[in-house]
């Protein structure tokens, strides 16, 4: 029998191998015996154990997850009140404020890096943990609002007043309305927010300052003392780790009615 | 019941409500009719609390609520489109009210349940508002501002978006409902028919005005002015102006004819501009030419088109450089009427008894507490 060849098929398959082949390798390897890259030395839990040992490193995830949650509330916090204000609000800068908006995701990690760096020199400010949680939340702001601003598009206003009609006092309104439908926003937004923080590599570099490195940061001077077993192991962990976000956070969007 | 003061709201420049005064009774179906933007809605918002008045008072028996915050008015609204809230079903949405109210469970379940029986949607109870059909929805947001026990309820375009058979049934409902229990209704609509259909008294709005509030047969047979009388049911609106000659002031149509007024009312000065009113089912159509008669007018004309509506047929007739609407009843069995046919010439006749000469202009000053109370 012969198989007939199909392009889509062949592709799609190509295109998967691509994307995942390198993850592939990288997880296989932070199984490998071996020092070096390259050759496959037998199956090993070595790394993770060094992993496990190192504190250095849990203090860098300590610092990232720490700068990543406070980063994710403090851009939910402006970021919806920034997008509530864009979409309600009728002004004359109203233009300007939506080209600003986009600003973050256009302008290149590290110009905004260095004019962050030069605004917190200027202001005196000392590096360190509240200046990385000030830079990532200045850009996450703009994710979280613009999935809010998408979700504000399909919500009917009337439904406010008709609650009000109802009873309800401004912030009752606010609550038993719009925060229920804002929520499935809010936590993509949030997650949003939270793994570019903890992604964040060249923003973070120029605004960090001593006692405040970030996972990112430790894996960038590990790499350059060398050690890429121990980041293949510590690789592998946030992989796992993303993908269980991922599948938790596609559970729960999938509970709330779309629309 | 609902009082309106010499209400005034402004949008910029513009006046979208500009001095209306209104007083609307207990347990009247109330209609404020006119075309989009003539400020009925911003009326109703403003009777609701979703606009403050710039100027006047509004009266909630016989209390001030100009500065009451909707959800502090006994008044509730269904909006034009429901405004369901989706993430609720339909039994929480009719009990949100109740809740906020801080009723208690038991007695928000009794009521819930009462209402649900009400607008027929037990078997529905606990569907969320995006799987109901529109007639559904509608219930839904009836028996939701229902259960409150508002004195008077304010209905914006509520049919708009039901089809006519639905809308219809709607109207019954309504009807129904409305003498059950007694309450207020006051319905914004821009279809007259609608208007007409369920109303006790109609409002006729335009430019933020009111220019006559009455029955809707008051209204149909009197209209105040010419606007009014186009935009309810079908007219012959003639042009002409008012002269002084030897038998008496008469309206001298651009048409031709000449109608003597016999009954002068106070905006009638010879040379002004004026309208000549004649209803379609006052015009009669003949083939021969009919004997001249004093106070009956004949014209030669063409038909240009015939709409056929079942138990009448409307004519659309060529005479005197203009189109003429006129209505042909076909008549009871084994009567036969005459109706011509496309292209045939006939004549067209009228009593002068029915012409009603109009101002062209919607009044000036209203005089105060216009809009006559029940």
């Known amino acids: 029998m012969i ?19 390198p993850v592939a390798v990288l997880i296989a390897y932070s199984f490998n015996a071996s020092r070096y890259g390259g050759r496959w030395l037998g199956f090993s839990f070595k790394w993770y154990e060094r992993l496990f040992r190192d504190d250095e490193i849990w203090r860098a995830l300590g610092y990232s997850v720490a700068i990543g949650l406070a980063a994710t509330l403090l851009s939910l916090i402006l970021g919806v009140s920034g997008a509530l204000a864009l979409h309600r609000a009728r002004y004359r800068l109203r233009g300007l404020h939506f080209s600003l908006l986009y600003l973050p995701l256009a302008v290149p ?13 200027l202001l005196q400010v000392p590096l360190g943990v509240l200046t990385i949680v000030a830079a990532h939340t200045s850009f996450c702001v703009s994710y979280v609002c613009m999935v809010v601003l998408g979700r504000l598009q399909t919500f009917d206003f009337t439904s406010i007043e008709a609650a009000r009609d109802l009873g309800a006092t401004p912030w009752q309104a606010a609550r038993l309305v719009l925060l229920p439908r804002l929520v499935p926003a809010m936590v993509s937004g949030g997650l949003l927010a939270f793994t570019l923080s903890m992604d964040d590599f060249v923003i973070t570099f120029f605004v960090s300052g001593p006692g405040s490195t970030t996972l990112p940061l430790r894996i960038y001077s590990m790499i350059k003392h060398g050690s890429p077993p121990l980041i293949n192991a510590l690789s592998t962990l946030l992989i796992v780790f993303t993908a269980a976000v991922i599948a938790v956070a596609q559970r729960f969007t999938k509970e709330v009615p779309r629309t | 019941m609902l009082q309106f003061q010499s209400v005034t709201k402004r949008f910029g420049p513009r006046a979208a409500v500009d001095r209306v005064s209104l007083t609307i009774g207990h347990g009247e179906i109330f209609s404020l009719l006119g075309p989009s933007g003539c400020g009925k809605t911003t009326l109703l918002r403003m009777a609701a609390g979703f606009e403050s008045p710039d100027a006047g008072r509004i009266l909630l028996a016989d209390e001030d609520i100009t500065e009451l915050p909707p959800n502090r008015r006994a008044l509730n ?96 409902e309504l009807e129904r409902l409305q003498r059950e229990i007694g309450v207020t209704f006051v319905f914004v609509t821009h279809d007259q028919t609608e208007a007409m259909s369920i109303s006790h008294r109609v409002a006729v709005m335009a430019d ?26 079908d007219a012959n609106l003639l042009n002409g102006v008012l002269n002084a000659g030897d038998s008496g002031l008469h309206l001298a149509t651009e048409a031709g004819p000449r109608i003597p007024i016999h009954q002068t009312e106070p905006w009638m000065t010879t ?65 036969a009427r005459f109706l011509p046919s496309i292209g045939d010439d006939l004549w067209l006749t009228f009593d002068h008894r029915h012409c009603r000469p109009l101002p062209n202009a919607p009044h000036t000053t209203p005089p105060p507490n216009e809009g006559a109370t029940p």
């Not at chain 1, 905004?112 to 917190?120: A, H, P, R, T, V």
């Not at chain 2, 933020?208 to 049911?233: H, K, M, W």
């Not at chain 2, 138990?311 to 006129?326: L, N, S």
């Open chain 2, 77 to 172: 609204t269904i909006f034009q489109n429901y405004a369901l809230f989706p993430h609720l079903n339909v039994r929480r949405n009719i009990a949100f009210g109740p809740r906020l109210a801080g009723w208690t469970k038991a007695r928000i379940a009794d009521e819930t349940d009462r209402l649900l029986h009400l607008v027929q949607l037990e078997s529905h109870a606990d569907h969320k508002p995006d799987t109901l059909s529109g007639g559904q929805k509608q219930r839904v947001a009836l028996a939701r501002a229902l259960i409150l026990k508002p004195r008077i309820l304010l209905l914006d375009e509520p049919f708009a978006a039901l089809d006519l058979q639905l809308r219809r049934r709607m109207l019954l």
């Open chain 1, 3 to 21: 198989k007939r060849f199909s392009w889509t098929a062949t592709t799609t398959w190509l295109v998967l191998l691509f994307l995942h082949l």
């Open chain 1, 109 to 121: 990690d590290i110009l905004m890096g260095i004019s962050l760096l030069l605004f917190f020199v």
């Open chain 2, 208 to 233: 933020g005005r009111i220019l006559q509030s009455g029955t809707p047969r008051e209204i149909y047979d009197r209209p105040a002015n010419r606007c009014v009388a186009a935009f309810i049911g």
């Open chain 2, 271 to 335: 040379g002004t501009a004026a309208t000549l009113c004649l209803r379609p089912e006052h015009l009669t159509l003949c083939t021969a030419e009919p004997p001249a008669e004093p106070g009956r007018e004949a014209l030669l004309g063409t038909v240009r088109d015939a709409i056929y509506l079942g138990t009448h047929t409307q004519f659309v007739v060529a005479a005197a450089d203009r189109d003429w609407i006129a209505l042909q009843h076909h008549g009871g069995p084994g009567e």
